[in-house]
Nanobody, 113 residues
Framework: QVQLVESGGGFVQPGGSLRLSCAAS????????MGWYRQAPGKQRELVAT???????VYVGSVKGRFIISRDSSKNTVYLQMNSLKPEDTAVYYC???????WGQGTQVSVSS
């Protein structure tokens, strides 16, 4: 069973940056499209960024120009560089393959002054 482990979350002030990492226990990231999702309190989980095996990326409008998704297939790891963070970015962030595998525990990102 492939497992996904997210890390890198934390507390940051508005305008700050964080880099999230997602390590997969199996070799999946080089084959499948991978995505970063987030779930804010009281809201549904939303897909914010995806990256294909060829490196093509897509972002939801609210993070476009601020977030960058990338992958290192040799390390089975996917990253999310988050810049110019806003309070509305506060959420638990998850990564997953598309189609989805069982979810990991996620990593909390909190943006507040």
């Amino acid at each position: 069973q492939v497992q996904l482990v997210e890390s890198g979350g934390g507390f940051v002030q508005p305008g700050g940056s964080l880099r999230l990492s997602c390590a997969a226990s199996g070799n999946i990231s080089s084959i499948y499209r991978m995505g970063w999702y987030r779930q804010a309190p009281g809201k549904q989980r939303e897909l914010v960024a995806t990256i294909t095996s060829g490196g093509s990326t897509v972002y939801v409008g609210s993070v476009k120009g601020r977030f960058i998704i990338s992958r290192d297939s040799s390390k089975n790891t996917v990253y999310l560089q988050m810049n110019s963070l806003k309070p509305e970015d506060t959420a638990v962030y998850y990564c997953n393959r598309l189609p989805n595998l069982p979810w990991g525990q996620g990593t909390q990102v909190s943006v507040s002054s």
